[in-house]
């Protein structure tokens, strides 16, 4: 089974200050621990909102509304993607990450093509497919 | 009854955590038998505790200090049983191992254990089924009916080989070690083909009635990738990693609608898992980075990794294809793999060049009874227009096939080429 954890952000990731040295170091530590177990497939950090922006859809007319976001509990800092035997096990692993301060930290598991059935045409699949494999070979 | 959400939380600990706990309860106590038995009496313990007390802040340590308090218990009563006061030999010497004061810190300490015990589980003592029974069992985590399931033998079967393996390592006196320089690459490569037995087993099972087993591919990949991140120099074993990961990113491709094989050809690449897609070709990379000259595993995986990045099959690099398979038939001089050269020069260079090589194969012994020979020369007859021979070489291949799915493809292509 496949999950996003989700990591929301705080006034230091909306100021685009780095972590401490001492966080960093957890950090690390606690990714390089995933990656031994063979669990974590993917993770990365966004910068603040800032940065970013939203469309807003209403009437057929897209809005674009610039950053920063003022929602606090809208805000996602960075994300984890793991593979693990069960949402329990995912769980168990989440329950070991150095946060604290009473950051909440959220666990969802990843729809596989399989769970959409037959939503997905093939043809979108076919266009899904081949955007990804352009990003994947710009990596 | 249903499992309980802490019996569950416990299983997840124990799939967590029962790799390195045994590995460090192998390098205190030198058998890695006693050491599994002791953390399995951790296990039980945890099971009657943790559902009243929750479970503990550090789990792993939880589980070294009780299975180490067991040890000492459990050697202790047998000393009072036999009317003497202490110990002697082998289980005096395990009692002094386990009664050290900071045993439970060692636990994380020493990070090469769990690597100690991967060339342990796959050493060359051990007959190959017990190498991976012994490895899915202490590395994966895996219980002994599941094991039992992924490879659809009876749970007696896999018992009786974990118990003789342990038997087997204790008689021998493997050492727990990481091998030396002169034997590491020999090693390793034991290892490696213990997880990609396991992969393949999931990938094109050779048993049963599905023709994919997902979870055993699953066991497999996250065997390959904690390999990787304990020996993250070595290229074979990031090759073997990017192989598997492109492998795997086609499983769900590789099954029609009704369970029946779909050929990389005809398989629906937007089904194809595009993470691990993406992961393979990062792995290979760097397979490739650290390599000198190609290993077997990084080789194939380059192949796969040419397929991950076309579109279709006419679109792959096939020149690079023939030149990856120059290279994997030089090092293995295995005649299924100029066999599938044979295919990759067909599609770079046409099927008259293929058909050359192809012919040169047919004295092959190795190949004598291999039906993908006159199959792969039937279809280069098709492609050449010479269709009365490439009707009997259908029927031949038919003939020698033992998979009632696949001979009843080719009788259909016999017949196709007309009468």
């Known amino acids: 089974?496949?999950?996003?954890?989700?990591?929301?952000?705080?006034?230091?990731?909306?100021?685009?200050?780095?972590?401490?040295?001492?966080?960093?170091?957890?950090?690390?530590?606690?990714?390089?621990?995933?990656?031994?177990?063979?669990?974590?497939?993917?993770?990365?950090?966004?910068?603040?909102?800032?940065?970013?922006?939203?469309?807003?859809?209403?009437?057929?007319?897209?809005?674009?509304?610039?950053?920063?976001?003022?929602?606090?509990?809208?805000?996602?800092?960075?994300?984890?993607?793991?593979?693990?035997?069960?949402?329990?096990e995912a769980i168990?692993?989440?329950?070991?990450?150095?946060?604290?301060?009473?950051?909440?930290?959220?666990?969802?598991?990843?729809?596989?093509?399989?769970?959409?059935?037959?939503?997905?045409?093939?043809?979108?699949?076919?266009?899904?497919?081949?955007?990804?494999?352009?990003?994947?070979e710009r990596e | 009854m249903p499992a309980t959400?802490?019996?569950?939380?416990?299983?997840?600990?124990?799939?967590?955590?029962?790799?390195?706990?045994?590995?460090?309860?192998?390098?205190?106590?030198?058998?890695?038998?006693?050491?599994?038995?002791l953390a399995q009496d951790a296990l039980v313990v945890a099971l009657e505790?943790?559902?009243?007390?929750?479970?503990?802040?550090?789990p792993g340590a939880w589980l070294m200090t009780t299975a180490k308090r067991r040890g000492i218990d459990e050697l202790r009563r047998r000393a009072m049983a036999q009317r003497k006061q202490e110990l002697i030999g082998r289980e005096l010497e395990i009692l002094q191992?386990?009664?050290?004061?900071?045993?439970?810190?060692?636990?994380?300490?020493?990070?090469?254990?769990?690597?100690?015990?991967?060339?342990?589980?796959?050493?060359?003592?051990?007959?190959?089924?017990?190498?991976?029974?012994?490895?899915?069992r202490l590395l994966g985590g895996l219980s002994t009916p599941e094991i039992a399931r992924a490879f659809l033998i009876s749970e007696g079967t896999v018992a009786q080989r974990i118990v003789r393996a342990k038997r087997t390592l204790s008689e021998a006196q493997v050492p727990f070690e990481v091998p030396g320089r002169d034997e590491l690459a020999q090693r390793l490569s034991a290892v490696l083909e213990v997880i990609y037995l396991v992969f393949n087993e999931g990938y094109a099972a050779t048993a049963g009635e599905h023709w994919t087993r997902p979870a055993l591919c699953r066991d497999a990949l996250r065997l390959g990738r904690i390999l990787a991140g304990l020996m993250p120099s070595e290229p074979e074993v990031h090759g073997l990693l990017a192989l598997m990961e492109l492998q795997a990113s086609r499983l769900r491709a590789r099954v029609g609608p009704n369970g029946e094989p779909?050929?990389?050809?005809?398989?629906?690449?937007?089904?194809?898992?595009?993470?691990?897609?993406q992961r393979g070709l990062a792995a290979l990379r760097r397979a490739e980075r650290l390599s000198r000259a190609l290993g077997p595993y990084t080789l194939q995986a380059a192949i796969a990794g040419c397929h991950a990045r076309a579109a279709s099959v006419e679109e792959a690099d096939w020149p690079r294809i023939v030149a990856l398979y120059d290279g994997l038939a030089a090092l293995t001089g295995s005649p299924v793999v100029e066999l599938n050269r044979a295919v990759a020069v067909t599609m770079a260079f046409g099927p008259e060049a293929g058909l050359a090589l192809v012919d040169g194969l047919a004295d092959d012994p190795a190949l004598r009874g291999y039906h993908l020979l006159p199959s792969v020369r039937a279809d280069l007859l098709v492609r050449l227009g010479r269709t009365a021979e490439a009707r009997d070489e259908f029927v031949r291949a038919a003939d020698l096939c033992a998979n009632d799915r696949e001979r009843e493809l080719l009788l259909s292509r016999a017949v196709a080429c007309g009468a």
């Not at chain 1, 990714?31 to 922006?53: F, I, Q, R, W």
């Not at chain 2, 254990?113 to 051990?126: I, N």
Request: net charge negative; with cysteine.
């Open chain 2, 97 to 136: 191992q386990l009664d050290q004061p900071d045993l439970a810190a060692q636990v994380d300490d020493v990070p090469d254990d769990v690597l100690r015990l991967v060339f342990m589980t796959c050493h060359p003592v051990l007959s190959q089924d017990a190498r991976v029974a012994l490895t899915l």
């Open chain 1, 1 to 88: 089974m496949r999950f996003m954890v989700l990591v929301p952000g705080n006034a230091e990731s909306e100021a685009g200050e780095m972590p401490s040295t001492e966080i960093l170091e957890e950090m690390t530590k606690y990714n390089e621990e995933l990656v031994k177990a063979g669990v974590m497939l993917a993770g990365e950090g966004l910068h603040p909102t800032s940065k970013g922006a939203k469309v807003r859809f209403d009437r057929g007319t897209p809005t674009v509304i610039d950053g920063p976001f003022t929602e606090a509990k809208e805000i996602v800092a960075g994300y984890w993607v793991w593979e693990c035997a069960s949402r329990d």
């Open chain 1, 92 to 136: 168990e692993w989440l329950k070991r990450a150095p946060f604290d301060g009473g950051t909440e930290i959220e666990l969802r598991q990843i729809f596989e093509f399989e769970d959409f059935g037959a939503e997905l045409t093939s043809e979108l699949r076919e266009a899904e497919e081949r955007l990804r494999d352009q990003v994947a």
């Open chain 2, 262 to 277: 779909v050929l990389l050809g005809d398989q629906d690449r937007a089904r194809w898992d595009h993470l691990l897609v």
């Open chain 2, 49 to 58: 505790q943790w559902p009243r007390s929750g479970i503990p802040e550090n």
């Open chain 2, 5 to 37: 959400a802490t019996d569950r939380a416990i299983e997840a600990v124990w799939r967590i955590e029962s790799a390195r706990l045994v590995a460090g309860l192998t390098r205190v106590v030198r058998d890695v038998a006693v050491a599994e038995d």
